[in-house]
């Protein structure tokens, strides 16, 4: 039962995918229908992210009430909910509004199924659960593209994309009795203990894990939003080449991913992250080092592939690094940071790119890699001394 409960979380984790990379697919269209300024798309974005981070920090209270199994119904619902609104949208504040429940359903579902695939499963298969997170992040964007291609029609694309989700959320009802016959089968309860946000940012080693995943999603964030970019302004090529060629970055996040699952059948989350890291030093490297195509290209993909394994391992560590009861809010600020780097990193290297241009790229991704490995460095130390 506990395999049939994974397979169900996997597709619950294709439906958080789904809406992240849909907006910015549509907005070509939209913003040009509801006659607002393509600059707009920002202010969806942050209600967006502004909400995932709300509800990331506020999850462990709900889910200490609720429970992982309806907390994930709920969510997946309420992002159902969100992709509905967006179809019917004629007006940018109705856009405005239906993000609000898609940022808090996204935020909650995060945390809860994380902490959960930590807790419950091995490091193989957090890999994998991340990896099914890129078939929603592929997917949704591929169905807009055919939408768009009839009559520029993004409403039908959302509309598409809200019965994959209706789906999903069906399921996620649909499996509660199998959340209750999976715990009942383990003979445990879900005790989730609920750590105050000002207790947990006294805390030294909660702040360097916070910092790991900052970094992580910063070198995410600014490869997926300002990659394409570097590689047509500083690079040299052309627009349509540069979005096809980015598209080797994401490949290494999945192939990232989907070896590290593979390797934690040997290598413990550590060596795993080691050798991630390893590979984005490397990356960071080549790109500072030169700026012909073949080797930018090589060291985006060098970074994707290094950076995917790292976010599902540190969060399968976290409730060895910290107790098993208190992991459910670790996880929880760790997910806020994350999605909080997601949201300003992109903003913050526009307004450096702004002084200095983009070849300002390879250092602005140097510094986010000292920031994560330097955290990472602080917590191993830390984990190493507390045996």
Known sequence: MATILLVFIYIFYIGLGIPDSLLGSAWPAIYGELHVPVSYASFVSVIISTGTVISSLFSTKVIARLGTAKVTAISTSLTAIALLGF??????????????????????????LNNYVALHYNAMQMSFLHCF????????????????????????????????QLVIAVLSVLSLPLWKKVKAARQEEETVHVLPLLQMIRRKKIWASCGVFAGISALESTCLIWGSTYLSETIGLSADMAAALITFYFAGITLGRFFSGLLSLKFSDWKIIIVGQSAILIAVCILLLTDRTEPAVFGLFLIGLGNGPVFPNMTHLTPVLYKKETSQSIIGIEMAFSNLSIMLTPVLFGFVSGIWGTEIFPAFLAVMFVLMAGCTIVLKIGHSKSR
């Open 133 to 164: 997170y890129g078939i929603g992040v592929t997917v949704s964007p591929y169905l807009m593209s055919l939408a768009l291609s009839e009559s520029m029609n993004w409403r039908g694309g959302y509309r598409t994309v809200f019965y994959i």
């Open 87 to 112: 179809s019917c949208s004629h007006s940018f504040l109705w856009l405005c509004l239906c993000a609000v429940p898609l940022g808090i359903g996204a935020g909650s579902i995060d945390t809860a």
